[in-house]
């Protein structure tokens, strides 16, 4: 997925795959054989990516768009989670006093 397609799915102008607007399915994940560490939220990312690798040979150059979308939404999943935890252990902190 090219930067103008992921622009295009974003604003909803797009007509891609229906996994490319939201979370992957479990039978796109197990048809795209990921591993089960990497099915998570972004799954919906990597699929494309790897796809993209396999058919450019992994290059690193060929496929950057759709690597910097699935590292941007590792990231956000990471703050995520480092906000959840904060806020798990605000709670945590006020039930001890």
């Known amino acids: ?3 103008v397609e992921t622009i295009k799915e974003a604003v909803g ?10 979370p992957a399915t ?3 994940m197990a048809d795209a054989n ?3 560490q990497y ?10 990516l790897n796809k993209c690798r396999v ?5 690193p150059w060929k496929c950057e768009d759709e690597r910097h979308s699935y590292e941007k939404c590792q990231y956000d999943e990471f703050k ?3 906000a959840k935890m ?11 006093k």
């Open 39 to 48: 099915r998570d939220s972004c799954a919906h990312l990597l699929i494309p």
């Open 80 to 82: 995520r989670r480092v």
């Open 1 to 3: 997925m090219t930067l």
């Open 13 to 22: 102008l797009g007509h891609g795959e229906p996994s490319a607007s939201g």
């Open 26 to 28: 479990r039978k796109q």
């Open 34 to 36: 990921l591993p089960l």
């Open 55 to 59: 058919k450019e040979y992994y290059l």
């Open 86 to 96: 904060e806020e798990l252990r605000a709670a945590r902190a006020e039930q001890s």
